[in-house]
């Protein structure tokens, strides 16, 4: 069961410039930023509501994130709905044949995590995450 | 003061496809479809926490959602951030030099609307809406 929209990832090619438009221009309330280096990123998170924007920058030419700032200039990545069990989400997708990007939930910055295939879904990097508390 | 997501924009080439996937097999709750001829798309909301996702389905070659889909096959296309007034908003955005596509407040399916122009917004649109009730 997906409860709300955990966060919409923004691709962004400078962090600093994204957190003086989405926090200083728009006003959201930024919460935490981190480097995760596995997924080759730094992100900041900045709160809306029950859901909250992740800014993502790219730290090297090879992650997912740097491909799609390549080509796209950065944007709308991907959209993360909140569950509070991630495995069995997984294990539903998988049975209705849902292509998977993480055969078994991984950590991430929102907790236990894991993504859909653009291809299952149409276009739309769809995530799912369990958060840790 | 921006309040929460209120909806995150997909465009999809076939909105029935689209209701399929995120109805049927993510199991986001559908609310209600509508036809917007001004806007030239059919969309479909679909309700999740206190946000909605709206798929969009162009209905004419004209619009910004049938280039968007030309263009990219479709995927995630705008978020809407809900406020208690719009207009002001709107003036505060100008204020800051932020470039809008609206010059002013209109109705559209999430009550009165605007959009900010995505050269302002590092390529993410941004609309904002006051719902009618």
Known sequence: MLSRIH?????????DAGL????DTLGLHF?????????GVRAALL???????????PINAESGVAKFLARRGGGLHH????????ERELEAAR??????????????LAGMICFLH???TRGVL???????D
Request: aromatic share 6%; with cysteine; charged share 30%.
């Open 7 to 15: 966060h919409v990832g923004v691709v962004v090619p400078d962090l």
């Open 20 to 23: 003086r438009f989405w926090r």
């Open 31 to 39: 919460t935490k930023s981190a480097t995760i280096q596995e997924q």
């Open 47 to 57: 709160k809306i509501g029950e859901s909250e924007i992740e800014l993502l920058e």
């Open 79 to 86: 959209v993360c709905f909140q569950t509070d069990d991630v």
């Open 95 to 108: 049975a209705r044949g849902i292509q998977l990007i993480d055969q078994k939930p991984r950590h991430g």
């Open 118 to 120: 653009p291809k299952a």
């Open 126 to 132: 769809v995530e799912y995450a369990q958060p840790a």
